[in-house]
């Protein structure tokens, strides 16, 4: 009964999501993904060939005569993208999925962040679309900018799990905020994950 009364508590999320397939049906559906910095796509392709050997693509040598992929901290080493690569056949369908995936991660914990806030529905949705129209997360979706797509997609769902463990004094969200973060640092974004340890930090000395 208690979770029919949550689905039914936010109910509003399902505008999020709609918004979130309108912005990908409009401007990323079968779109060769990083057509701007297209070295991303070039690492997807080494890996999606690497996970078809049954390997990790540790070293590549089709990559600038030779690269240390998975020594590139701002190369996903597990996450969501990798998943995709490893169960979808075309590169390019991985990619895009990928970046469905991340704007509704990002719209619904931006939405989920205002309502804990505020406790109001329409500023919970005007928040989540607001947040994946941002400058950064709309470069990075349009650029194929991996380091900075995926772990913004978390920072509102860090932040909320960081709030939350503050209020309700509770292990169990200290831990999901903690595994959050570490999903940024594998996931690609070693740069934004300093930004969020130091959002956290703020919150903590704000709310603690």
Known sequence: MRVKEKIQQHKYLLAIVAA???????FFHNRLY??????FISYGFVMKEAYSQGSLPFWSTQLSGGYPLYANPEVPLFGILNLMLFLLPSVIMAFNIT???HLIIAGIGAALLSHEF????NAAIVSGIAYMFI?????SAFTGTMPFLYPLAFLPLILLFTYKAIKEKTYRNSVIAGLLLAYQLISGGAIHFLWSFLGVILLLGTYG
């Open 34 to 39: 990083g057509e701007i910095n297209g070295s």
């Open 135 to 139: 400058g950064g997360f709309a470069f």
């Open 118 to 121: 505020e406790k109001n529905k």
């Open 99 to 101: 970046i469905l995936i």
């Open 20 to 26: 979130a397939l309108i912005f990908y049906l409009l």
